[in-house]
């Protein structure tokens, strides 16, 4: 992808009068619509599409190889890879988009992008139970409470948890169907959860299509800063789609998808092989880790 930096003629009064009145008759061309939301939508789009190509004096051959990135784009997605949501993400969008929409709302836990690894039907398992199916990584407990805005519990919440293993890959990604690294599980009466994981690992997102080949263009890395997925569900309060990143890892601050938030940054304590083990479990003398995640559900809005 090569973008070579021309000149642009200084626009003169004249054709700046012809840009906006062009800008104009397209906005006006959707004064039919009957819906007044997608007429807010497709006229905003218009108007900051047009002030991009005015700003930067886009050219002809510029524009040809922005419509060839977004047909490979759309070449390279099926139903098990969405390129444009890669897209969205690297270029913070996806981020925005949930910053737009997330409220705060009396300390509720702050949402993060819901990243493109998610499978319904994930197993079920009990507090205290294992969601790595095996995965490669070293052990890692976590627990916490999940609590409304006014501190009381949330009983019966639901826990998604998934991550990718100690090697960087989702079970999505592995060469067979096997399941590993996501679960979910439901909270007791007194809000709690706990459960054993792998301790999250930095890992690259897909960087073989057209998203990898604009970030290497632009020096940029596509790394994600270690994190573990969480989506809580519970009747009457809003669905939080959220992460927990590693405290100390290097690549928290240069996310490639822009997804942490300072709230969200959590302390792994490493334990050695030697300390007594949460939940009953047989380590088979490994060391480990820990971390407290407690949650502060919204209420449902309305
Ligand atoms: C993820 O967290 O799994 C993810 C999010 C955005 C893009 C790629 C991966
Ligand atoms: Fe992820």
Redesign the pocket.
Known sequence: MTIRAEARPTATADRRAREEALVQRVVRSFDACSDPRLQELVTALVRHLHAFVREVGLTEAEWGVAVDFLARCGRITDEHRQEF??LS??LGV?MQTVTVNDEAVGGATEST?????FVEGSPRIEIGGDISGGAPGEPCWVDGAVRDIAGEPVAGARVEV?E?DGDGF?DVQYPDARVAGRAHLFTGDDGGFGFWAVTPTP?P??ADGPVGELLSAVGRSPM?AA?L?FMVTAPGFRRLVT?IFVDGDEHVGRD??F?EQASLVKRFVRHEASEPVPAGRDLGGLPWSSSRFDIVLAPEPG
């Open positions: 949501i890669l993400d690297v996806s992008v819901f990243g493109p690894f998934w990718a989702y890992y997102i897909p994600r994190h997925h992460h490639s998808v997804g």
